[in-house]
């Protein structure tokens, strides 16, 4: 009777704000008396060494891919014969960057899996959201900035706007950085991924840049720009937005509703 690891995967990005994980690389494990229990930092990203992958590798089972909702299915190989398994991912930095930086690879859960059997074979599910904490270490491996928010009427501030190209630019001393634009959706949501090189550019850049180690990055003042999609604006926010109190120095996930 064969073995199927099936389940979906997401993480907190920001309070009740979830994104699902896309194009990750799942890989299940046997797990054997002399593998050193990982998953044991709770809360905490621990990131295996080369050494420790390679170690682990005599042991996978099987390996396979999330879609676009987060969904994996993994057939596990015949020699496997029920006991602890671990499943380790393996995540890449998807958005476009001149910064170039490694995948990491980590054990999400050592468990025992309970199997229901489904016809010839038998089926373990595993649906698992990763919180605030430690996805917002994943997030600053890759050097990950988000804006997400709406817009809404200006009339009740309730009515989303949808189809709207919302823009971020970053406040500078010579010229303003663009940090990203997208479109707001049916229910007026939208959501902007930028790295801190599009807003630690110099007017020498690319030749010269702020070099700041990532862990003690500030973040942009930022203040928003709103057109259609043809391009026509329609909304503008003076720069000196981006100098106030609650828009300079933004964190890594900033949130904000704009009205039009």
């Known amino acids: 009777m064969g073995y199927t690891v099936k389940?979906?995967?997401?993480a907190c990005l920001y309070l009740d704000l979830y994104e699902t994980l896309d194009k990750v690389q799942v890989n299940i494990y046997k797990v054997t008396s002399d593998i050193k229990v990982a998953h044991d930092y709770k809360n905490e990203l621990h990131v295996l060494s080369k050494a420790a992958i390679e170690y682990k590798s005599k042991n996978l089972l099987g390996t396979g891919y999330t879609d676009s909702e987060g969904n994996f299915l993994i057939d596990i190989?015949?020699?496997?014969k029920e006991g602890e398994i671990e499943i380790d991912l393996v995540i890449k930095d998807k958005q476009p960057s001149k910064q170039?930086?490694?995948?990491?690879?980590f054990t999400a859960k050592r468990l025992m899996p309970v199997w229901r059997s489904n016809n010839e074979t038998k089926e373990y599910s595993w649906n698992y959201s990763f919180s605030l904490q430690?996805?917002?270490?994943?997030?600053k491996q890759f050097d990950i900035w988000t804006i997400v928010g709406s817009v809404k009427s200006i009339e009740d501030r309730k009515i989303p706007v949808e189809g709207v190209l919302v823009s971020a630019m970053d406040v500078d001393w010579i010229k303003?950085?663009?940090l990203g634009s997208a479109l707001s959706d049916s229910k007026g949501r939208f959501r902007i991924d930028y790295k801190s090189i599009d807003y630690k550019q110099t007017y020498l850049s690319p030749l010269i840049s702020i070099e700041t180690p990532i862990s003690s990055i500030p973040g942009p003042g930022v203040y928003f720009?709103?057109?259609?999609s043809e391009g026509i604006l329609l909304?503008?926010?003076?720069?000196?937005m981006g100098k106030t109190q609650e828009r300079k120095n933004i964190s890594r996930c900033f949130n904000i509703d704009l009205y039009i």
């Not at 389940?7 to 997401?10: D, E, F, K, Q, S």
């Not at 170039?100 to 690879?105: A, Q």
């Not at 909304?235 to 000196?240: F, K, L, P, S």
């Open 7 to 10: 389940g979906n995967l997401r």
């Open 176 to 178: 303003d950085d663009f």
């Open 77 to 80: 190989c015949d020699s496997y």
């Open 134 to 139: 430690f996805w917002s270490q994943v997030r």
């Open 100 to 105: 170039k930086f490694k995948p990491i690879h």
């Open 225 to 228: 720009k709103i057109s259609t």
């Open 235 to 240: 909304y503008e926010e003076n720069r000196a």
